[in-house]
């Protein structure tokens, strides 16, 4: 039997500044998903990348003092360089400005809306947010200034193409409100079918030449016009699948792929979930299958932005806390709706809390009773006492737990079901006493042996099950857990502290 296959992207940001750590909330949310998913025996692809050809980067590049492609090939390493400090597991990262994939795929995609005839030129008058690479109109400002960036847009006017956007509505509208075309979540998907309902409008697809700086993908047959960012960098979840130029690996991974997957923002939803699909229902192509919402990271209430100049490096989080405490806040503390603001002792606590007290601790001590009451040898025997029936019972139903908490996209709610497996570990040792077990086995109780081995056997198995379901949110951590696990010919190695305290004044666990 063929493993499903599950292709999951995130956005592809401007890199007009190094990468900040509201971006690094929905790598690892990707990247949970797809290590989730691949543990689960499906195929999954992992696409990132990075949008260089915003006039937002040139603009940036010109304050720098550099030229262009120097200064977006620098922003742009930075991004790709967090696969490290992240444990990121993407199987492919594009850059739109260099990879060769992207612009054949780009005029491909073009051509084929204009063969649909939903693509024409005309002049237009509007305010631009530079920001957001978008024209608005002034009943969708806030005060007369952008409600993502806080600056007043531009007036802009010149001759563009269009998009006939207009020509989808009822077509988007059927789609999202039957949930073949699923927004999570529930709050996100009502807004974006208000906005439907409101009526669309067509939408200008392409820049002129000047305004542009000369940067970005010129217009099929029309030189003097440069396409328009968000067309170009949408087009990256197929353009990296060789839409234009690898047929194959494209009809796999998007044609036949069961669930086309992509994680964004709240403040990009419309490009995702209006945009995008209308684009794709022009040029004949399947529809993503799935578009999952997180709101925002905040400072001291603050969005997190470049722009804003409100930014932590998330890079550098992780060399001073430890990639397993920065992903274990993102997935543990961030809700499914709304926003949640960051502060180092926030996380910290979490980390302190969570692994040196709590899973630390539950695997040291497991361990350390392995080898004071059997020698480090893992007993084999089925568990008998209604306690290890109970983390039994727990392990059991975990894995459904998880499996449905992160179909609704809720990360939180996944944590929680595999840290019943450790809450239930510690009443399990509260209730059996292995210490007083051995007591009574070292004063020749005839029962005490069997009981004391069904334990201790039942809570190592509790410990690996634990680990499992924890490695596709902290890997690294998950992996240190295995490796106290590891047994040859049944016998542990010795305990070992696993997570040191980020907090100096408390000894590590």
């Known amino acids: 039997m063929t493993a499903r296959r599950r292709y999951i992207t995130t956005t592809i940001p401007y890199v007009n500044a190094r990468p900040h750590l509201g971006f690094a909330l929905e790598l690892v949310q990707a990247d949970t998903l797809a290590r989730h998913h691949r543990q689960r025996g499906e195929q999954v692809r992992l696409l990132s990348g990075t949008d260089d050809n915003s006039l937002k980067n040139v603009l940036a590049a010109e304050t720098a003092g550099i030229d262009v492609q120097s200064f977006v090939d620098r922003n742009a390493d930075a991004f790709a360089a967090l696969r490290g400090p992240l444990a990121l597991s993407f199987d492919d990262f594009i850059r739109t400005s260099s990879d060769p994939r992207h612009r054949v795929g780009v005029e491909r995609l073009w051509r084929q809306c204009a063969a649909s005839g939903d693509l024409y030129r005309k002049e237009y008058e509007g305010l631009y947010c530079v920001g957001c690479e978008q024209f608005y109109t002034p009943d969708e400002l806030v005060e007369g200034r952008c409600g993502e960036h806080g600056t007043e847009p531009q007036l802009v006017a010149e001759e563009n193409w269009f998009f006939r956007l207009s020509r989808y509505a009822d077509r988007l509208h059927q789609l999202i409100s039957s949930g073949d075309l699923r927004i999570e979540p529930a709050a996100r998907r009502n807004e974006v079918l208000a906005l439907i309902e409101r009526g669309l409008h067509d939408f200008s697809v392409s820049r002129s030449h000047s305004r542009a700086r000369g940067w970005g993908i010129p217009v099929p047959d029309d030189p003097s016009q440069v396409v328009y960012v968000w067309w170009d960098a949408l087009g990256n979840y197929v353009t990296s699948l060789g839409y234009g130029t690898d047929d194959s690996t494209y009809n796999q991974w998007w044609e036949t792929s069961e669930r086309r997957v992509h994680l964004v923002g709240k403040g990009v939803v419309r490009f995702h979930a209006v945009y995008w699909p209308a684009m794709l229902l022009s040029a004949g192509l399947p529809l993503p ?221």
């Open 289 to 509: 299958t799935d578009i999952l919402v997180h709101d925002y990271l905040t400072v001291d209430g603050r969005k997190i932005s470049k722009s804003a100049g409100t930014t932590v490096d998330p890079a550098a989080l992780a060399a001073t806390y430890g990639t397993d405490a920065l992903r274990w806040w993102l997935l543990r503390d961030v809700p499914r709706v709304g926003d949640a603001d960051f502060t180092p002792d926030r996380l910290t606590t979490r980390a302190d809390a969570d692994f040196a007290g709590g899973l630390g601790n539950l695997v040291h001590r497991i361990v350390t009773m392995v080898h004071r009451f059997r020698g480090g040898i893992v007993p084999a025997s089925a568990p008998v006492n209604p306690g290890e029936l109970a983390l039994v019972d727990v392990c059991r139903k975990a894995p459904g737990l998880v499996d449905a908490a992160l179909a609704d996209f809720d990360f939180r709610r996944a944590i929680h079901a595999v840290w019943e497996i450790l809450e239930e570990a510690n009443r399990c040792i509260d209730a059996t006493r292995p210490w007083e077990l051995a007591r009574e086995e070292r004063r020749g109780n005839g029962e005490a042996p069997k009981q004391l081995d069904t334990v201790l056997g039942t809570l190592v198995t509790a410990c690996r099950v634990l680990a499992d379901e924890l490695r596709p949110f902290i890997p690294d951590a998950a992996t240190r857990i295995t490796g106290q696990l590891t047994t040859v010919e049944r016998l542990l190695p010795a305990a070992q502290p696993l997570f040191p305290r980020l907090h100096e004044d408390t000894p590590p666990a």
